[in-house]
């Protein structure tokens, strides 16, 4: 049996198995070692950062595909340092637009998607790739990939799909120097399908100019860390490199270079975006006819108690690249998600615990780690992918449907999707005053639309541990949203599936830890209960600039954002798309009537709203507003009020009982039960009265 290709030609289906890229993969890393140890290179070029150029005609005699070779030697850097680097793509190569992992055929082999920014003369180019890494036992990093044809990375109009035969890296300590060295070999063999005229040959001769690409990153950011340490004005923040010029990156064997960037769910890039299946449920027609929609401008006053103020009043307000910093726990934000990726991918390890409220609920045990628990459900209705995770990263929305969160806030931004947060858990005795410090990652899918969110525990300086409460800590809070649409490309239905543990770091009785494993596999459906009661709240798909503030109030729909402006964009953004904005998106269940949009400064801003009421959209009119901050204002007297979530337990809790009739106060009972138990076996006497307070 053949099947037909989207080329129009035929391929043996047996092609495009995972057991033949597991071949393809090896066969990959096995040539990169043979070729670059044989014969027949000369030199193309050498660079004036050191980096010398060969170049080979094919592999054998009747590859007639040329290969180059760049190599050179980094100082103060292990093969660990710079291939984590490597994997941060968008740290150093300009063209790289995104990047993601399809699915991780072993522990060494990966299927991958990667896309290159369109240029004044050509489309953007993608490739479909399967790679392999393979580390030594003298501390060497070997990585290799090639094209690969998968029905699961279909090709994308209005993108050139590219051919790679071979590229790789080869990384390789060098011994008896005081510091770290390592010499670097880059190795590209792509097929351009024909002739290959002569200056695309010298375009493919500087391809291997990467390594200085990279080396000039790692060293920029070493003299960077080490002013910070000079510096005594000034309490220094732990630098991407930390106290010494090694980086800390997870495992080399679990690595995975071109699946480590990808696009935001906050930032979609511009081609992503035309295929993806993330769309708002607002852009099918209803029938009825909008309501019309107030934008007002107001001063400063109107608008909370905030004061418009310059970033630096003593400096010359500076561009977008000054207002994130460096990413303090790049280590620890790549761990999570791949871990999340792999807990969620399949239910191997996993344990059931059976299905409540059409959730399908596990567990699974792992060494020396709190359990896992996970839930798996569909939310209908047309919520997309995007309008769920806003409702997961809403901290007021947060505060309904997550039994156990009382408050949380936002400390730092390395990015737009990319937080460090602190939440602020309630109380259950006897786990009292509990909180977590976390990063928050966000990366979006751009071939399936699915979105992966995951938060990890990290000990950082900006939030101190506060001796009236306990530092809980989680290896992982995670959800991934997967959308399925129809045959317009509209959303359905998404699975969604959560994956979490804590450790509330004091002793918890059995049936109080029951109580909370319960809240915690309710997430899922009470997700779901609260976009049906209270719909999805507005989210930042854009910002021109870094969101400093972000607040909203579920039962009143207020929404106000406070950030710090950008009037210009990169030139990268001005070549792909044009109207710089901050793109706030709002729906119809919050705002179903009119909308009040106020706006702070009313000089040097402009409040547009798109015509399906999907988008408020501020710009800047002046390069005065570089640096300011601006603050949005979102209001409703419209605001359809319902009745409060039930409190999220497992639905035995909530079962009807034989006439019908649901229990009452289910939970406060349980909860009651649990703290006199735990009361009768420590021996400690509380009057009932105690006992009451401490149960509600």
């Keep these: 049996m053949r099947t037909q290709t989207l080329s129009g030609g035929f391929t043996d289906p047996m092609l495009t198995s995972p057991a033949y890229h597991i071949f393809q993969a090896d066969n990959a890393l096995s040539t990169l070692k043979q070729v670059v140890g044989d014969d027949g290179w000369k030199k193309a070029l050498k660079h004036k950062s050191g980096v010398v150029v060969h170049m080979k005609n094919g592999v054998n005699k009747a590859d007639k595909t040329p290969l180059f070779k760049g190599q050179a030697v980094i100082q103060g850097f292990s093969p660990q340092s710079i291939f984590y680097v490597i994997g941060m793509r968008r740290l150093w190569d300009e063209?790289?637009?995104?990047?993601?992992?399809?699915?991780?055929?072993?522990?060494?082999?990966?299927?991958?998607?990667?896309?290159?920014?369109?240029?004044?003369?050509?489309?953007?180019?993608?490739?479909?790739?399967?790679?392999?890494?393979?580390?030594?036992?003298?501390?060497?990093?070997?990585?290799?990939?090639?094209?690969?044809?998968?029905?699961?990375?279909?090709?994308?109009?209005?993108?050139?799909?590219?051919?790679?035969?071979?590229?790789?890296?080869?990384?390789?300590?060098?011994?008896?120097?005081?510091?770290?060295?390592?010499?670097?070999?880059?190795?590209?063999?792509?097929?351009?399908?024909?002739?290959?005229?002569?200056?695309?040959?010298?375009?493919?001769?500087?391809?291997?100019?990467?390594?200085?690409?990279?080396?000039?990153?790692?060293?920029?950011?070493?003299?960077?860390?080490?002013?910070?340490?000079?510096?005594?004005?000034?309490?220094?923040?732990?630098?991407?490199?930390?106290?010494?010029?090694?980086?800390?990156?997870?495992?080399?064997?679990?690595?995975?270079?071109?699946?480590?960037?990808?696009?935001?769910?906050?930032?979609?890039?511009?081609?992503?975006?035309?295929?993806?299946?993330?769309?708002?449920?607002?852009?099918?027609?209803?029938?009825?006819?909008?309501?019309?929609?107030?934008?007002?401008?107001?001063?400063?006053?109107?608008?909370?108690?905030?004061?418009?103020?310059?970033?630096?009043?003593?400096?010359?307000?500076?561009?977008?690249?000054?207002?994130?910093?460096?990413?303090?726990?790049?280590?620890?934000?790549?761990?999570?998600?791949?871990?999340?990726?792999?807990?969620?991918?399949?239910?191997?390890?996993?344990?059931?615990?059976g299905e409540i409220a059409g959730v399908k609920l596990y567990t699974q045990a792992l060494p020396e780690k709190t359990p896992f628990l996970r839930g798996d459900g569909v939310i209908e209705g047309g919520w997309t992918a995007e309008q769920l995770?806003?409702?997961?990263?809403?901290?007021?929305?947060?505060?309904?449907?997550?039994?156990?969160?009382?408050?949380g806030q936002v400390v730092e931004r390395f990015s737009q999707k990319e937080y460090l947060v602190h939440w602020s858990l309630r109380n259950m005795f006897p786990v009292s005053h509990c909180d977590i410090s976390a990063i928050t990652s966000i990366e979006t899918n751009a071939s399936t639309g699915a979105i992966y969110t995951a938060s990890t525990s990290v000990t950082d300086a900006m939030i101190a541990v506060n001796n009236g409460h306990i530092r809980g800590h989680t290896d992982l809070y995670g959800w991934v949203f997967m959308p399925n649409v129809d045959d317009r490309g509209r959303t359905k239905s998404v699975n969604v599936t959560m994956v979490c543990n804590v450790d509330y770091k004091c002793h918890v009785p059995g049936n109080a830890a029951k109580v909370l494993e319960n809240e915690m596999m309710a997430s899922v459906a009470n997700v779901r209960d609260y976009v049906e009661k209270y719909g999805c709240p507005p989210y930042i798909r854009r910002v021109a600039g870094k969101v400093v503030e972000e607040d909203f109030e579920t039962k009143t729909g207020t929404y106000q954002i406070t950030y710090i402006a950008k009037h210009e964009p990169s030139q990268a953004y001005k070549q792909r798309k044009s109207g710089w904005c901050t793109d706030i998106r709002v729906h119809k269940s919050v705002y179903p009537g009119e909308l009040d949009v106020k706006v702070s400064p009313t000089h040097g801003t402009r409040v547009e709203m798109t015509a399906d009421h999907k988008?408020?959209?501020?710009?800047?009119?002046?390069?005065?507003?570089?640096?300011?901050?601006?603050?949005?204002?979102?209001?409703?007297?419209?605001?359809?009020?319902?009745?409060?979530?039930?409190?999220?337990?497992?639905?035995?809790?909530?079962?009807?009982?034989?006439k019908g009739k649901k229990k009452k106060n289910g939970f406060t009972a349980l909860r009651m039960l649990v703290f006199t138990y735990w009361l009768l076996s420590t021996g400690i006497c509380c009057s009932p009265r105690i006992i009451g307070t401490a149960c509600d």
């Design 95 to 353: 063209n790289f637009e995104d990047g993601n992992l399809i699915e991780n055929l072993n522990e060494t082999t990966s299927l991958t998607y990667e896309v290159s920014k369109a240029t004044a003369t050509s489309k953007p180019r993608d490739l479909s790739l399967i790679e392999k890494i393979e580390c030594t036992h003298d501390g060497a990093i070997i990585f290799a990939c090639t094209s690969v044809e998968s029905s699961r990375i279909p090709k994308v109009p209005g993108r050139v799909r590219a051919q790679i035969k071979l590229q790789g890296w080869i990384l390789e300590p060098i011994r008896g120097s005081v510091n770290p060295a390592t010499r670097v070999t880059y190795v590209v063999q792509e097929n351009m399908k024909g002739w290959v005229p002569g200056f695309a040959r010298k375009s493919l001769a500087r391809r291997p100019l990467v390594i200085a690409a990279i080396n000039d990153y790692l060293q920029r950011k070493a003299d960077r860390m080490r002013a910070q340490k000079k510096s005594s004005q000034h309490v220094p923040r732990p630098s991407v490199f930390g106290t010494t010029n090694t980086l800390e990156p997870p495992p080399a064997a679990t690595r995975r270079p071109h699946s480590l960037d990808s696009s935001s769910m906050m930032n979609p890039s511009p081609t992503s975006s035309n295929h993806s299946s993330v769309r708002s449920i607002l852009a099918e027609p209803t029938g009825k006819s909008l309501q019309r929609k107030h934008i007002t401008f107001a001063d400063t006053s109107d608008i909370s108690d905030r004061e418009e103020t310059d970033v630096a009043t003593s400096a010359k307000p500076t561009g977008s690249r000054h207002l994130y910093p460096s990413h303090r726990h790049p280590t620890k934000k790549i761990e999570s998600l791949e871990s999340l990726k792999r807990l969620s991918s399949s239910l191997e390890g996993w344990t059931s615990k």
């Design 615 to 658: 988008s408020v959209r501020i710009f800047t009119t002046s390069p005065e507003m570089e640096g300011k901050r601006v603050v949005v204002l979102l209001t409703t007297e419209h605001r359809m009020m319902k009745e409060p979530i039930p409190v999220p337990v497992k639905s035995e809790l909530r079962k009807e009982d034989a």
């Design 389 to 407: 995770c806003s409702v997961i990263h809403c901290f007021g929305a947060r505060k309904i449907w997550d039994e156990r969160f009382e408050n």
